[in-house]
């Protein structure tokens, strides 16, 4: 009937669409002092890139301010931030990521 969902006899509301969880962009931002090697390793151990791909993203946010290093579900992209941002702080790197929604 044009609904996303049946009301069936045990008041269970099934649904016929399946819901996709909003998913958070994790921006890397620039800074003039953080390590340009120590941005290339947080990208290959914490987001799963390959060292080339890692380079290139890490220079694009070198060159234009900020980049995407990875896309995941909140809780997921808030967790990466803080465990990122600790682990920069550790090695006395002022280095910054925040999470935002996409579209
Ligand atoms: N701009 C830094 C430098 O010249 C390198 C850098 C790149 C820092 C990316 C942070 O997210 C960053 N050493």
């Known amino acids: 009937e044009g609904r996303t969902g049946t009301l ?3 008041g269970t509301l099934e649904r016929t669409t399946t819901q996709r969880p909003r998913l958070y962009r994790v921006l890397l ?5 953080t ?5 290339v390793e947080v990208l290959r151990s914490y987001f799963r ?3 080339s791909e890692a380079q290139l ?3 694009a946010v070198h060159h234009k301010g900020q980049g995407v290093a990875g896309v995941y579900t909140r809780d997921v992209a808030e967790t990466k931030v803080a ?3 600790a682990h920069a702080r550790q090695q006395g790197h002022p280095l910054r990521l925040v999470a935002e929604p996409e579209a």
Do not use: G, H, S, W
């Open 8 to 10: 069936e006899r045990t």
């Open 57 to 59: 993203i890490m220079l």
């Open 49 to 51: 890139k390959a060292e």
């Open 29 to 33: 931002l620039n800074d003039d002092y």
């Open 83 to 85: 465990q990122v941002m």
């Open 35 to 39: 390590p340009m090697e120590f941005v």
